[in-house]
């Protein structure tokens, strides 16, 4: 068992017996890697039909979701300080009884990328229903599109929107994580807040 | 020696808000030593072990761990201090909620070179030697006080450390609970481990084979 296992082993019932604030992380990525997928979506698939209203309407939509991005990214710094936070005397603990900053970093970092993965499933299986609507009702307008290849590009669509979710939930986590890592164990075991 | 610690002080805080919890204190800890620090609430007993256990450094004076002096360990090194070298039984029995009994016991494990596999036989010994066999796979937010302090304790031992810090270790048992974790403490320290110990209770005096007594940041007297 090497390191990366030990911080897995205890990673993973961490997240399994997850409290409501993981639940919120999860459900704020699902949500951002929507916003992104549609992003994308309207970036990769032709749109030949164009009329300036509707591009206009469409570049609207596209400002709307990256403000939806953005306002996720600080609801997921909120989030991971918070969760961070509630951990501060557990992360105390494991200081005293022998973990590195690094273990803790490492126990934080995956247990983000299972809030990640899980938050990608539940996208996943939203975005598909979405898209399957969102086809059916745009075809009178652009046609057949899965003729056009649209599926790989929706399916571009999607990995990027993965990996644009996974930056930013990182990228939210970096401070809290980066913070909770400097407590100094007698302090953190004393106050108890 | 397994540490020494030399006209330490600790100060909390500053201003109005500073605390002297240590005015110097000094104390050698030998090898298979069983010391127990009595004294009232405040007097520093809990500073004194943070600082032998090197949760923190003193803010003068010295600390030597093995010999080495642990202003000048890094960070690094003094986890793996705490992880390997040193067991600890915390005032306030912390354990990790998400955990059952066995993970949490096994807990240092991840810290140290061993395996959770190969210390699995040897924290249910632990665990059934502390009367807790059946609680093995419970989460530990369904245990009484007495029955987390126990599991503390097989936390503590778990990777066989040289020298074992307690902090009331008996505080939240009974007075039955508690003669058996004591009892406890004798055959480890009966097989080389180093204990040290605070108490408020006298009674367990009998126990140690050295006795200090502190008040007012300093060891007042020794009783033993």
């Known amino acids: 068992m090497n390191q990366l296992q030990k911080v897995r082993w205890l990673a993973r019932r961490n997240f399994i017996r997850g409290s409501f604030s993981n639940y ?40 709307i979701l990256l403000v939806c991005i953005a306002m996720n990214f600080l609801s997921l710094i909120v989030i991971f300080w918070l969760i961070t936070r509630g951990r501060y005397h557990e992360m105390g603990l494991l200081r005293g009884i022998g973990a590195r900053r690094i273990f803790i970093f490492s126990l934080l970092f ?46 571009l669509a999607f990995l990027a929107a993965f990996a644009s979710a996974e930056i930013i939930a990182m990228l939210a986590l970096l401070y809290p994580a980066l913070k909770i890592c400097r407590i100094e164990p007698h302090s953190a075991l004393h106050n108890r807040e | 020696m397994i540490a020494k610690v030399i006209n330490v002080t600790k100060v909390y805080g500053s201003g109005q808000a500073r605390t002297e919890a240590l005015k110097g204190v000094s104390l050698d800890i030998n090898e298979g030593d069983y010391i127990g620090i009595m004294g009232a609430s405040g007097s520093g007993k809990t500073t004194l072990l943070s600082i032998i256990g090197c949760l923190i450094k003193p803010s003068d004076g010295e600390v030597y761990f093995d010999k080495r002096r642990v202003r000048d360990i890094s960070d690094i090194e ?110 480890v320290s009966a097989a080389g481990t180093t204990i040290v110990f605070v108490t408020h209770n006298k009674a367990f005096v009998k126990y140690a084979s050295n006795v200090y007594e502190m008040g007012d940041g300093r060891i007042q007297r020794i009783l033993k």
């Open chain 1, 24 to 63: 919120a992380a999860m459900i704020l990525v699902a949500i951002n890697a929507l916003a992104f997928f549609g992003y994308y979506l309207h970036r990769f698939l032709p749109n030949p039909l164009y009329t300036n209203e509707r591009a206009a309407a469409l570049q609207a939509a596209e400002f």
């Open chain 1, 110 to 155: 995956v247990e983000t990328q299972m809030t990640v993965f899980c938050g990608m499933v539940l996208a996943a299986l939203l975005g598909l229903g979405l898209a399957k609507m969102g086809f059916e009702a745009l075809q009178p307008f652009f046609g057949d599109m899965a003729a056009d290849g649209a599926f790989v590009k929706a399916l």
């Open chain 2, 78 to 187: 003094l986890s793996r201090l705490r992880g390997r070298e040193i067991g600890f039984v915390f005032q306030f029995t912390d354990l990790l909620g998400n955990l059952t009994v066995l993970e949490n016991v096994l807990v240092p494990v991840l810290f140290h070179d061993g395996q959770i596999a190969e210390k699995k036989k040897y924290a249910v010994q632990l665990l059934e030697k502390l009367g807790l066999g059946y609680t093995l796979n419970t989460r530990v937010r369904a245990l009484s006080g007495g029955e987390r302090q126990r599991v503390a304790i097989a936390r503590s031992l778990i990777n066989r450390p040289r020298i074992l810090l307690a902090d009331e270790p008996t505080g939240d048992l009974d007075d039955a609970a508690s003669e058996r974790i004591m009892a406890l403490f004798s055959s």
